[in-house]
């Protein structure tokens, strides 16, 4: 299948390895340090076989910091070899029949001139493009780490009776390891396989050349994904065939050849890249992500028909890398091309280009929390789409949910990609406060996700999935529209453009609102309607988009975006309605979720009645501050409405203060207002990255602010998730002096 690779280095030579050649000058030192090992542990490694997994950790772990000290690399010893990876491994491994494991190279090395590029995405297409991607060699850290994987497969081979066959392509950095391990493991055979080589990027040298700026254009990240079209469009073609063709076949046949039972006791170990990996998956009918890239060394045991066991960085522990990992800086290359945020007020200003706090890693969520958080998506999306229904039947809801709002905005049917119920975590458990569709904060959740990703941790958004359902669910091309009010947002807002929407033939751009602002096309709204009482740019742009017939979303239908939607599940007028449509148990439950909540004057069809005796939402000041635990908001069509500007805890205010808010509340008719019971938080321990670097902790306040699809096939599918701690404030939300993470399950 392959060319077997003999020895080409002169026996004279001690203990050197089979390569072809010596380029890399760390092998002779580092060969040298396995013969003094082996001479060390000599009992050991000849009975290598019958020893524990433990003791092989302990041993590969050995090994590998004694050969990081040897070539220089004395401050970062390997990753620590697990165990419990090692038992598992054993065990899909062991039953009789060949088995295949296919692995990916150790991590790459980039030159100074590469590293040295500061934005992520054209330092990764430079990596991908030749001489360097087939030249390329291992880093320290990865250089040692293999000799500690290699160990343990010596031990995987030999307490399980298989012979050893290894695969590899020709890239040095894969080549490299499968030298190490044909050198260490006795009666291994090593072949490379052209099909199993590293794809290489087109570049300005190709006929046609293939520019930075058009392969960018296809791939915003860098990154290939297993998409057919774009390896075939964008990579060096290899021999007569296409190199997704040649990708295809080679897994094909390995895997053809490893499902031989009952034939030989081979293990074969492939080293190969991610293209190969995610092959192996969708050979097997389980890849779900053509965007998914495995940290190196990780190891795809695919021996049981329809379900490989996937082992992310192999036999390693994976969690002493991301101890190491400022995940600030991560976030600031990530996002280096943006700014997250305009600080408003000057005396708020950091001089960070990530201008907040960031937690040291996910907030971890219990799998019960985790259920929780499903069923809220699933439940409020319905909910949104009933009280839609309930809007077009009932002329009271319609007069409540039109008021204040331009008659040209009344009756239009909603077209949202998604909702976002803001979560808070309390002693009661969570409790939904709002519900918005805006795309603020979209941006940010996403970029969190990609960042603790890229390190290995398992948040509960796999990598993709939001580009995949704004990439099936709006078209190629449009404008993400911006205000000067939303403006703050701007370099979030041209991230969802570029980052998001973009790519793969797609192109949309972000735009602020101006004099000479275009409006032909798709529309993805990044400003509120209210604002064309505000902005004239604001007002014309409305009004050509409208009468142009443009796919807009979220949509022009205010009435789907008061706060005021949460009160209508607690009056008595309209729970028939709710329980009849959403199902009682639905009904029951966002009544849990979701706090007792009235519209300023129409407290009479408030369920529970109003706390305390008090028969109007004035006579609220009258309480002493501990039972004055509600919420006032501005609900409807005004600039207080919108982020927390609008949002009073009467707890916190003088008898007089809520007395005079409320009771301009009561007068105000432009716009509805809302009281909302007050649940106190339940605060958790949040370890966070210090703007200096240092890690602190903050006994926070916490906000889950989730994405769930209204659009496509999955209705309530959670799309993107973020959190956000603050401490000793009520306004939990993303500042200078917040904790933002992504979110993981425990």
């Known amino acids: 299948m392959g060319k077997e690779q003999g020895s080409l280095v002169p026996e004279p030579i001690i203990d050197l390895p089979p390569y072809r050649d010596l380029i890399d000058l760390r092998v002779p030192r580092a060969f040298r340090v396995w013969r003094s090992f ?39 010893n390997a990753d620590p070899v697990d165990a419990t990876k090692l038992t598992q491994l054993q065990n899909l491994i062991a039953p009789p029949g060949r088995k295949i494991v296919f692995m990916r190279h150790g991590e790459q090395d980039p030159p100074e001139w590469i590293a040295s590029i500061e934005d992520p995405a054209v330092r990764k297409v430079r990596m991908m493009q030749n ?77 046609p050349p293939a520019t930075l700026e058009q392969i960018l254009e296809d791939l915003p990240s860098g990154n290939m994904p297993w998409i057919p079209q774009l390896v075939d469009k964008w990579s060096k073609r290899p ?37 190969q990996l995610a092959e192996t998956l969708r050979y097997e009918g389980v890849l779900e992500n053509p965007h998914i890239r495995f940290p190196e060394l990780t190891m795809i045991a695919a021996v049981k028909a329809g379900k490989p066991d996937i082992f992310p960085a192999g036999v390693l522990e994976e969690n002493d890398s991301k101890k190491d990992t400022s995940m600030r800086k991560i976030l600031e290359r990530s996002g280096r091309r943006y700014e997250w945020y305009r600080i408003r007020r000057v005396e708020y200003e950091t001089g960070q280009k990530i201008p907040f706090l960031v937690a040291h890693e996910p907030l971890n969520l219990t799998s019960e929390e985790v259920q929780e958080v499903d069923r809220i998506g699933r439940d409020v999306t319905d909910f949104i789409y009933v009280s839609d229904e309930l809007y077009h039947r009932e002329e009271t809801v319609k007069g409540l949910l039109d008021r204040g709002k331009p008659e040209f905005f009344q009756d239009g049917d909603p077209q949202y990609l998604f909702v976002r119920p803001d979560i808070l975590l309390t002693k009661t458990g969570m409790t939904v406060c709002e519900i918005e569709t805006s ?141 009849a449509r959403l199902g009682q148990a639905s009904f029951n439950h966002l009544r849990e979720v979701i706090p007792p909540s009235w519209i300023v004057d129409q407290e009479q069809f408030f369920a529970p009645g109003l706390p305390f005796g008090v028969q109007s939402s004035k006579e609220l000041a009258s309480l002493s501050a501990s039972k004055r635990k509600f919420v006032l908001k501005k609900s409807g069509f005004s600039s207080g409405s919108s982020w ?73 599918q959670l799309l993107a998730i973020k959190a956000t701690g603050c401490e000793k404030t009520n306004y939990v939300h993303v500042s200078t002096v917040s904790v933002n993470a992504a979110v993981a399950q425990a």
């Open 239 to 275: 021999s007569d065939e296409n190199q997704s063709v040649l990708i295809a076949k080679a897994v094909a046949e390995l895997m053809a050849m490893a499902a031989t039972e009952g034939r030989g006791s081979d293990l074969t170990v492939v080293l190969t890249h991610s293209q």
């Open 38 to 76: 082996r001479e060390r542990h000599e009992s050991e490694i000849e009975s290598i076989g019958v020893l524990t997994p433990e003791r092989v950790a302990i041993l590969s772990n050995e090994l590998a910091t004694s050969v990081g000290h040897v070539i220089g690399n004395r401050n970062e």
């Open 644 to 716: 927390s500007e609008g949002v009073i805890f009467l707890q916190e205010c003088s008898h007089e203060s809520a007395s005079n808010r409320l009771a301009g509340a009561e007068k105000d008719q432009s716009c509805l207002y809302v009281v909302q019971s007050f649940r106190d938080y339940a605060e958790r321990p949040m370890i966070y990255e210090g703007y200096d670097g240092s890690l602190e902790t903050m006994s926070a306040r916490i906000r889950l602010t989730p994405y769930f699809s209204m659009a496509g096939q999955n209705p309530g």
């Open 131 to 207: 001489p360097f991607n087939k030249q390329d060699c291992l880093t320290n850290k990865g250089f040692v780490n293999v000799f500690a994987t290699v160990l343990s497969l010596y031990y995987l081979v030999e307490s399980t009776g298989k012979k050893l066959r290894i695969f590899s392509s020709e890239n040095r950095r894969a080549e490299e390891v499968a030298g190490i391990m044909s050198y260490l493991i006795p009666n291994s055979t090593f072949s490379i396989e052209e099909g199993l080589d590293s794809i290489s990027y087109r570049d300005e040298n190709d006929d």
């Open 439 to 579: 795309p603020f904060g979209l941006s940010l959740a996403e970029l969190l996700n990609r960042a603790y990703v890229s390190v290995g941790f398992d948040t509960l958004v796999k990598d993709g999935v939001l580009r995949q359902f704004l990439t099936e669910n709006t078209p190629r091309e449009g404008t993400v529209l911006y205000s000067r009010n939303t403006s703050s947002y701007f370099g979030q807002l041209e991230y969802l453009a570029k980052e998001i929407l973009s790519g793969q033939g797609r192109n949309w751009q972000a735009q602020e609102i101006g004099f000479d602002t275009q409006e032909g096309g798709a529309i993805y709204r990044a400003f509120y309607a209210y604002e064309l009482y505000t902005d004239l740019f604001v007002n014309n742009a409305v009004h050509n988009i409208l009468d142009s017939g443009s796919p807009v979303f979220p949509s022009f239908t205010p009435h789907m975006e008061e706060k005021a939607l949460l009160a209508l599940i607690w009056d008595t007028r309209w729970e028939p309605f709710f329980k």
